[in-house]
C-alpha cells in the first residue's frame, strides 16, 4: 500500500544532520512569524553552527519552501 509521505520524510531524505534539519526547520517556523530571513543570515547561522558542509543543501531547501529568495542571476 502507498503511504503518503509527511513533509518530515521528504527533508530526512535530503540526509542532513540533526543540527541541520533543526537549522532549517527553526527557520521556516520564523518565516511563518515573519521574520525575514536573508541569504546573508543563513549563511551567517550556517557558519556559526559549523555546517559549511551542508550549506548548499541548507539554502537549496529554504528557496525551494520560499523562505528565502534564489540568487538573482544579473544578465550580461
Known amino acids: 500500500m502507498g503511504d503518503i509521505e509527511k513533509p518530515e520524510d521528504t527533508l530526512g531524505k535530503r540526509s542532513l544532520s540533526e543540527e541541520a534539519l533543526d537549522l532549517v526547520i527553526s527557520v521556516a517556523s520564523g518565516a511563518m512569524e515573519d521574520i525575514p530571513y536573508t541569504r546573508q543570515m543563513i549563511e551567517e547561522i550556517v557558519q556559526e553552527r559549523d555546517l559549511d558542509r551542508e550549506s548548499a ?9 520560499g523562505v528565502i529568495k534564489p540568487l538573482d542571476k544579473k544578465d550580461g
Not at 57 to 65: D, W
Open 57 to 65: 543543501e541548507i539554502i537549496s531547501i529554504l528557496e525551494e519552501e
